[in-house]
């Protein structure tokens, strides 16, 4: 071969040329972005539209409805989910994948533009966006404490803020926490009807009363001036100055009539750290942003900012997503360099020479390393799939180099031939099979590329990095290791090499394919057997999950309060909490946010190898603790902030009445199931609503319409906020309420003074009334179909088993008319990213026949060696069985890894043992004389593989339990793919030996 040859020949090229890729690899190393995740191209595109102080029926009907039904006739769309709540519409639209999403945004902008003149005027302007997993990620939380909140708010605000927002990769920095200036206007309406007027009149005088207009310009003799008109109110003393009217002289302020004082926004959270009160700014980055380098500048801008500010306050990062971004490279990095060293150790037990050991090892970093190269290129970040596939890559890069290595090894020590000849010829004669075994390997891979799927957006990373590993590991094999080879090696080397053990090895597998051959029959109804039972065992034993669970040392618990709870009630249950929290033993530092319907802690434990118990039995053991606590439904998650469940069901119906009905059913019963935690509806109880329903008659006596009657019970109940005072440090809103004690009763309300056109004023109750009810906190559609999602956690159940059961609570009970159900959120990625893989695994099968096919000019050699992928099956199910490991989409991954892997050792054994009967060798010796010759380099291949994945299987470091089950299906798939290969395969391919040489004796005779 001309490319074996020129190594040889050019060595100081050669070197140059390996020493430029290293190098390229390098800088490249350096320079690549880290990531927990991929970047999903998700083909999801949002809506989203707020209108203050509007119910979730009002937003269903007045807004969501209408978006609906605007979008209706764009094609590609998957589905449509709405969500309507207090204030808020939430649009989701999912398209097939493949779609161009930037287009779907433009023309989704389009249609709803169109609708905005027939939605309520005073919403915001709906906001069409796509949906960027990785953008928009918090990659660090600062909490700030020691000083006043309101001064806290201030100096975050003001000066904190616009400096990390600079950062390079920084998307937004949300303030949350501390307490905001505003001056609050309280208006009493019995005042205002002695002067006669209403909260209108108020406002609208406000509104006019702060304003700078300019002036225009005025000549006087050669000069010019530019004219202001200064009307803009900068102080509180100005605001409470405010004229209202001057009537006779008799002037009439602002404060005469209304309670003007600089206050506090009211308080919609509480936020703590470790039980101290603080202020949190979260860091979200942009898609192109790297979160490590980002909260690397971040550390600096905060030190640096700490000469800016009293050296009172304290700035602390509580949530640091380097550090887990950071601990699960580190994982891989350090399980790939064990593979490494395992493998190293692998080749020198078989080989035992330390010369050829170290040329295939130092093949493998090169071909790593040259890898990243080509992802750079490819703009694959470093993350924990792309490691993945670098660390898979350890095992299986040496392949090519073991058997080119062997094979000139073998000539120089068996066969006598001189180095230059042995390097030349035994590197050239191995191009073919390794060159059809690599493109096998990056055959099962490439459909993972060209298929549209979530599958594809999770794992194109996995197989870029095996591929590209691959693609090097052939250029380093055809090249490297002849060049090495013909230096370091020597001629004359007659010993045999094989060594006490492996000769009783290869003793040993004489006999087994020996017997093999003279009972084939019974050879494959064994393995038949052995087959079909692994399978039926595995369906009944393996249970199945859509991703493993990863202990990070993190756990998050949310209460779930009752709708429309004070917030300082739902303070007093997350100080109840906390202080659970911090008493146990594992508890590091625990994170609070308080809502009124919502406490939230994110609690750091200590590392899983300092700590004897798993995360699952932490949170179990707090489960049990914090039920006593009364108002408060407690749901459990792993990782930072609150998740979906396990498990979702979702009841979809057009009657909402018979949705809630059924939901509760089944929801109960799930709770008296075993296995069920943190059963929860997403319809638990509505916001209590107060309904002011205006009699249209006696509004039109008085001369009111309802559009006027609605802005002043808005203006006086929600509030509204006419202008705002702005200086040079700060912003302070002027805002407009009602006193206290008419909001704090339902019967003052009603007493709410309105004025008529003839100037007469009137209350509220003269012409409405009021009827209190309970209505949704929110409504939930899927394809304009309402939906209600019960979801659990369950540590005992997997996935399948979880849905099992609760099919046989859904059987046991009739649904009414018109309810359907389905499994959602892990089940329905299960579903879709398992048929994705299929799909993937079937082309891979089919590229894999057709490689082969074309190898050896056959259409059925190649079945023979494919007949590996059915043994691998065996290995895998008793592997899931023995390590008690449940079947996951990290599962899947490692078999269709397997497929390009086992017929490697085929394609070895049955490509030699074709040339000896090419060569007239008589068909059982070619069978023994190739199984003996190729034992080695397919146990070499086959151990190092296997070695470079047993520190992934072992689950060592943070976040190793992501990789654990793919390894564990590749470790026993290919060691029992490569038993069996070595005996099953040599008979397979001698019964169709022996049915073609019966055939051509037939024909010969006749």
């Not at 989701?92 to 779907?104: A, L, Q």
């Not at 493998?343 to 071909?367: C, E, Q």
């Not at 108002?631 to 009657?655: W, Y």
Request: glycine fraction near 8%.
């Amino acid at each position: 071969m001309k490319l074996v040859e020129f190594s040889i020949k050019r060595p100081v090229a050669m070197t140059m040329i390996i020493i430029t890729m290293l190098v390229a690899g390098v800088i490249a190393m350096l320079n690549m972005s880290a990531e927990l995740m991929p970047d999903f191209d998700m083909p999801i595109v949002s809506v989203k539209t707020t209108w203050v102080g509007a119910s979730p029926e009002d937003m269903d009907k007045l807004v969501t409805e209408k978006i609906e039904d605007a979008l209706s006739g764009i094609d590609g769309v998957d589905k449509v989910t709405s969500y309507s709540g207090q204030n808020y519409s939430y649009v989701i639209v999912e398209f097939d994948y493949g779609v161009d999403t930037d287009k779907k945004v433009d023309l989704i902008q389009n249609e709803v533009s169109k609708i905005r003149g027939k939605l309520p005027s005073d919403i915001t302007d709906p906001y069409v966006t796509k949906m960027d997993v990785t953008g928009g990620t918090g990659v660090a939380t600062v909490e700030m404490s020691g000083a006043d909140l309101m001064e806290l708010k201030g100096i975050a605000d003001n000066t904190i803020k616009p400096r990390l927002q600079q950062i390079k990769g920084v998307g937004s920095v949300e303030v949350s926490g501390g307490l905001e200036k505003r001056i609050l206007i309280e208006i009493d309406p019995n005042r205002l009807a002695n002067y006669n007027m209403d909260v209108s009149s108020v406002v609208n005088i406000l509104k006019a009363s702060n304003i700078n207009i300019p002036g225009g310009m005025v000549y006087e003799g050669d000069k010019e001036m530019l004219i202001r008109v200064m009307g803009e109110i900068k102080t509180l003393e100005q605001v409470k100055n405010i004229v209202i009217s001057n009537k006779n002289n008799e002037i009439l302020r602002l404060k005469d009539i209304c309670n003007v004082n600089l206050t506090t926004k009211k308080r919609e959270t509480y936020s703590r750290l470790n039980g101290k009160t603080v202020l949190s700014l979260n860091i979200k980055k942009t898609k192109d942003g790297n979160a490590v380098e980002i909260v690397k500048k971040l550390k600096e801008e905060l030190k640096d900012m700490k000469n800016y500010i009293s050296s009172d306050i304290d700035l602390k990062i509580s949530y640091d997503s380097s550090k887990e971004i950071g601990d699960s490279i580190n994982t891989v990095v350090n399980n790939g360099l064990t593979g490494l060293v395992l493998a190293a150790i692998i080749l020198l037990l078989f080989l035992k020479n330390m010369r050829t050991s170290g040329i295939v090892a130092m093949a493998i970093p090169t071909s790593i390393i040259f890898a990243v190269f080509l992802l750079k290129v490819k703009g694959v970040s470093l993350n924990r799939i792309s490691l993945l596939g670098l660390a898979l890559g350890v095992g299986m890069v040496v392949d090519n180099s073991i058997v080119v290595i062997d094979n000139i090894y073998r000539k120089i020590t068996e066969e006598g031939e001189k180095v230059f000849e042995a390097v030349r010829d035994g590197a050239s004669e191995m191009a073919v099979p390794i060159i059809a075994s690599t493109a096998t390997s990056v055959a099962v891979f490439a459909p993972i590329l060209f298929t549209n799927g979530m599958a594809k957006e999770i794992f194109q990373d996995l197989a870029y990095s095996i591929i590209f590993s691959l693609l090097a590991s052939i250029i380093i094999a055809l090249t490297f290791v002849p060049m090495v080879a013909s230096k370091i090696l020597k001629s004359g080397e007659k010993k045999d090499f094989d060594g006490k053990l492996f000769t009783k090895v290869k003793f040993g597998y004489h006999k087994l394919l020996d017997s093999a051959l003279k009972h084939k029959a019974i050879t494959l109804f064994i393995t038949g057997i052995v087959f079909f039972g692994a399978i039926f065992f595995g369906v009944k034993n393996i249970e199945m999950e859509f991703m493993p669970k990863v202990d990070n040392a993190q756990y998050n618990v949310t209460a779930e309060l009752p709708k429309g709870l004070d917030i300082e009630k739902a303070n007093r249950i997350a100080y109840q909490m906390e202080k659970i929290v911090k008493n146990d033993k594992n508890t590091i530092q625990y994170a609070t946010v308080v809502k009124k319907d919502e406490v939230n802690i994110n609690v750091d434990v200590i590392k899983k190898n300092k700590r004897r118990e798993s995360i699952d039995e932490i949170t179990k053991r707090m489960r049990e603790k914090l039920k006593v606590i009364p108002d408060a439904k407690m749901k459990f998650s792993l990782g930072f902030g609150p998740s979906g469940g396990d498990i979702q069901l979702q009841l979809l119906g057009r009657n909402q009445k018979i949705l809630v009905d059924v939901s509760n059913e089944i929801k109960n019963k799930m709770r008296s199931i075993d296995g069920f935690t943190d059963v929860k509806s997403s319809f638990e109880g509505g916001n209590p609503e107060g309904k002011i329903v205006i009699d249209r008659t006696k509004a039109q006596y008085y001369g009111l319409r309802v559009a006027q009657i609605n802005q002043i019970i808005s203006y006086q109940i929600l509030g509204t906020e006419p202008f705002t005072i702005k200086t040079d440090d700060e912003e302070v809103d002027v805002s407009v309420q009602l006193m206290k004690k008419y909001k704090n009763s339902s019967e003052k309300l009603m007493e709410m003074r309105i004025k008529t056109p003839t100037g007469k004023t009137i209350q509220l109750k003269d012409i409405a009334e009021l009827k209190v009810e309970e209505g949704p906190s929110e409504i939930v559609k899927e394809n304009k179909i309402k939906k209600i999602t019960l979801s659990a956690n369950s540590s005992t159940m997997a996935l399948k088993t979880a849905e099992k059961q609760i099919k046989e609570v859904i059987n046991n009970m009739e649904l009414p008319k018109g309810v359907t159900y389905k499994f959602g959120g892990e089940s329905e990625q299960f579903s879709k990213v398992m048929k994705d893989l299929t799909i993937a695994l079937a082309l891979a099968i089919f590229l894999i026949y057709f490689i082969l096919a074309t190898q050896f000019e056959s259409f059925i050699l190649p079945l023979i060696v494919m007949g590996t992928l059915p043994l691998s099956v065996i290995g895998i199910i008793i592997g899931l069985v023995i390590t008690g490991t449940n079947f996951s989409m990290m599962v899947m991954i490692g078999i269709i890894m397997l497929a390009g892997i086992v017929v490697n050792n085929a394609i070895v054994l049955i490509d030699y043992i074709h040339s000896l009967r090419e060569k007239g060798v008589e068909l059982v010796e070619a069978i023994k004389k190739g199984g003996e010759t190729r034992l080695r380099p397919i146990l070499m291949t086959t151990f190092t593989t296997i070695f470079g994945m047993i520190p992934l299987a072992l689950g060592i470091g943070e976040g190793s339990e992501f990789f654990k089950g793919m390894a564990i299906s590749v470790i026993f798939g290919l060691g029992f793919a490569t038993l069996l290969t070595l005996v099953v395969i040599p008979v397979m391919y001698s019964i169709v030996e022996g049915i073609k040489e019966k055939r051509k004796i037939r024909k010969e005779i006749k």
